[in-house]
């Protein structure tokens, strides 16, 4: 213990933990297998060589899918057989406190599909909250896999029995931007094209189950084979019970999607500045009122733009949609300017609520955003994580603290980190962090080339030290995380615990000026 000039008293071991990561991989990770190299030694004896040529992050389940496929004849094709591997990260919030130093990953399971291009795939949720995800056996499951711009296919989750439903979009031009299974009663698939959305329920797929062949592929259920024969299933179609189509001659540019909200966001118009957004919740699908974002005006302290770095269309890249605190945020990178504009979402309303001044976060001069500048946001533990993907680099913010609102409410309250940029935690055992990671939401980063995918969390520790936060303001931040040692292992936040995962992600839009809960 030492004591500085100004009386304080400081522990170089408290100095240390300050410098360390506040956010970090957690154990354990989901592995899987990354596309294979081009020097690979040719398999001489005939057996099947698989092939991985696609990775995807379903968020609504928590698993990174890979595609595989095993050709075992002369041509590539004979004997062909598709998969979808699915390896799951723990559900819940990452408990970095209790964390086994050696935790086993979560067994992945695999879902036969027909051969074919696989540009992403979402498989549908467990219906039942008491049902594990990974269960595919007591209760049917069904997998959209988007075969082109223009086509998605649906099998249930026993594709084998040769049942599918294709979505085919057949007028020239438009194209597939996003899809998703939804919670709505009534609306099972949403797909979003450039005309607009649409809503589909899934007829003659909820009656039959699958049985595991035993070597983790899921295959139709066939009956004891001494008992009675298993009763014919009926074929799958996909029914239209909603739709939406944009006028006009702009299409829809983009759109962006939150799993925990379940809050989906078309932009169209003039600029990309038009949103139009949808909430598919277990209550039901809401429609909200068309929203415009306000264009960008640079301050009069900022320096001139660099060549090519305002951009008139906003981009889908500079968008993203997250919650935080039972709260649904839009976030707009605000490039013209330097900041990450955040908006509050009401069922009737999009109030701007929040500035964030990148320049500290991102290491450059104050003022515009310099092109090239790449950056992501995510949330761990109902703080936002903004990441600068070039340095590796991530900075916390939480928006229920510290925040300077010098600014005047009509500009928002800005909002500053809680620490300096740190790079994220290494690895167990690894002396130094991936530095070339995806960053997925909500809490998720994923190194493609490894083949890894960890769960972010806290070191609420470092954090603490490191931050500058004292007494009631530093309490009041630790009584706001739920990863904390002082909360119980068996806390029903944790939907391992019992909690039903409908009420676990349960997000209600209120309308502007209605109380809310802090």
């Avoid at 190299?37 to 899918?65: K, L, Q």
């Avoid at 931050?467 to 931040?477: K, M, N, R």
Wanted: charged share 20%; with cysteine.
């Amino acid at each position: 213990m030492t004591r500085g000039r100004e009386g304080s008293t400081t522990s170089s071991a408290g100095e240390t933990r300050a410098s360390m990561p506040h956010v970090i991989l957690c154990d354990p990770p989901a592995r899987f297998t990354r596309a294979p190299s081009s020097e690979a030694p040719d398999d001489d004896d005939g057996a099947e060589s698989p092939s991985t040529s696609a990775v995807f992050y379903d968020d609504a389940n928590e698993w990174v899918i890979t595609h595989e496929e095993t050709a075992t004849g002369d041509d590539g094709t004979t004997g062909a057989t598709s998969r979808l591997r699915c390896h799951p990260l723990p559900r819940g919030l990452a408990r970095t406190a209790v964390s086994a130093p050696s935790a086993p990953s979560i067994p992945a399971v695999s879902v036969q599909v027909p051969p074919g291009a696989v540009l992403d795939a979402r498989v549908s949720p467990q219906w039942k909250s008491s049902r594990d995800r990974l269960d595919f056996t007591t209760s049917p499951r069904l997998v959209a896999v988007k075969r082109s711009d223009v086509i998605i296919d649906v099998y249930p989750c026993d594709a084998s029995d040769g049942r599918s439903a294709r979505y085919e979009l057949r007028r020239v031009g438009e194209r597939i931007l996003a899809f998703f299974w939804s919670r709505a009663p009534g609306v099972d698939l949403v797909v979003v094209t450039t005309r607009g959305l649409e809503q589909f329920a899934c007829l003659g797929c909820w009656e039959t189950s699958a049985h595991s062949s035993g070597d983790g592929v899921f295959v139709p259920g066939s009956g004891d084979a001494e008992g009675p024969p298993s009763v014919p299933t009926p074929p799958i179609a996909l029914a239209l019970v909603g739709e939406k189509r944009m006028k006009g001659e702009t299409p829809v540019g983009w759109c962006v999607y939150d799993s925990v909200s379940q809050l989906v966001a078309l932009a169209s118009g003039p600029g990309h500045a038009r949103l139009t957004a949808w909430q598919f919740a277990t209550s039901g699908a809401l429609k909200l009122p068309r929203f415009e974002l306000p264009p960008t005006h640079a301050s009069p302290r900022s320096p001139p733009m660099s060549p090519g770095a305002g951009a008139d269309a906003l981009r889908a890249e500079d968008v993203r949609l997250f919650s935080l605190y039972q709260r649904v945020f839009l976030a707009r990178v605000d490039r013209r300017n330097g900041e990450l504009v955040m908006y509050r979402v009401h069922r009737d309303a999009l109030v701007r609520a929040h500035v964030v001044n990148l320049s500290p976060l991102l290491m450059y001069t104050e003022g515009a955003l310099p092109e090239g500048v790449a950056l992501d946001v995510n949330v761990v533990d109902n703080v936002l994580c903004v990441h600068a993907l070039g340095s590796g680099t991530v900075s916390v913010i939480d928006v229920a603290g510290h925040c300077d609102v010098s600014a005047g409410r009509s500009r928002g309250e800005e909002v500053r980190a809680l620490t300096a940029p740190m790079r994220l935690g290494c690895v167990r055992g690894s002396s130094e962090c991936p530095s070339e990671l995806r960053v997925l939401a909500p809490d998720v980063v994923m190194d493609t080339r490894a083949g890894v995918a960890w769960k972010l969390g806290l070191d609420l520790g470092a954090i603490a030290e490191g931050s500058g936060l004292e007494g009631a303001d530093l309490v009041s931040f630790l009584q706001r995380r739920s990863q904390g040692p002082w909360v119980p292992p068996n806390d029903a936040m944790f939907e391992e615990a019992g909690m039903p995962l409908e009420a676990s992600t349960a997000m209600t839009l209120t309308r502007h000026g209605a109380t809310t809960p802090p």
